[in-house]
């Protein structure tokens, strides 16, 4: 198994994977402190795709996977993932001006 | 396995993390899972009953394993403090500056003394010291000699 070297290969790869064979698919991080290093891993029992990383830029890009992740995995792999991919730059705005509670 | 709420299970997450910062590793699976035997899931199709698909995500760090799942429902509020624990605690990951920085620390480095070069000297560099050095300061020098 080779690491994957660009992020946007591995999310498009990983996010192709699971649609095809959402049954047996799943999608590990594995996070170690004291070395620093992030890996993430999604496989179908047949293929498996990695990535490997030390930058806090990509633990940023992780989180939108991770809400890709979610929502395909919670409500089906049919469902719209546009709003989860392209959300985090529109919640970071209110959270600016935003003070209160949000629910 | 455990299986918690989805809170508890936050909760004892953020203590795995805590407990393996010095040394160890934190394993968090996610995956689509009906929470249904085969057989009954085999039944239940048979049936022509709709399954109800939840996401299990499980943590482990090699000695305790938590799990939960997430119905349609709350994945999203889930997934929110989720993402919030985990900026918490990915703390030891490389800064985007951080690489920035230490490149400019290493050319400093590389370049120092370099001011004082005379028009006399020869330049044997590497492609990196060179490409952050101006042109004119390059003409100071008669030969540039460059790895390949």
């Known amino acids: ?103 | 396995m455990v299986l918690l709420q989805p809170d508890p299970f936050l909760n004892e997450l953020t203590s795995m993390y805590e407990r393996n910062k010095e040394k160890g590793s934190v394993w968090v699976t996610l995956k689509r899972s009906p929470l249904a035997s085969k057989v009954k899931m085999n039944k239940m199709k048979a049936a022509g009953e709709a399954i109800e698909y939840r996401c299990l995500v499980r943590a482990t760090d090699g000695k305790r394993n938590i799990s939960t799942s997430l119905s349609a429902k709350d994945h999203q509020r889930f997934q929110a403090s989720y993402a919030t624990l985990l900026k918490a605690h990915m703390d030891a990951l490389k800064k985007e500056g951080a690489q920035r920085q230490e490149e400019n620390h290493r050319w400093r480095e590389e370049t120092s003394g370099f001011e004082e070069a005379q028009p006399w000297q020869v330049l044997i560099g590497s492609k990196h010291v060179c490409e952050r050095i101006s042109f004119d300061f390059l003409k100071t020098f008669h030969f540039v000699v460059l790895p390949p």
């Open chain 1, 1 to 103: 198994m080779v690491y994957i070297k660009s992020w946007d290969e591995f999310m498009e790869r990983s996010i192709q994977m699971f649609r095809a064979n959402p049954e047996s698919s799943r999608y590990v991080m594995k996070y170690r402190h004291c070395d620093g290093k992030l890996v993430l891993k999604v496989t179908d029992n047949l293929e498996c795709l990695k990535f490997k990383t030390d930058q806090a830029q990509d633990a940023k890009r992780m989180e939108k996977l991770n809400n890709i992740f979610f929502t395909l995995m919670a409500r089906g792999p049919e469902a719209d993932i546009t709003e989860a991919s392209t959300k985090e730059p529109a919640e970071q705005q209110p959270s600016k001006k935003g003070r209160g509670r949000r629910q």
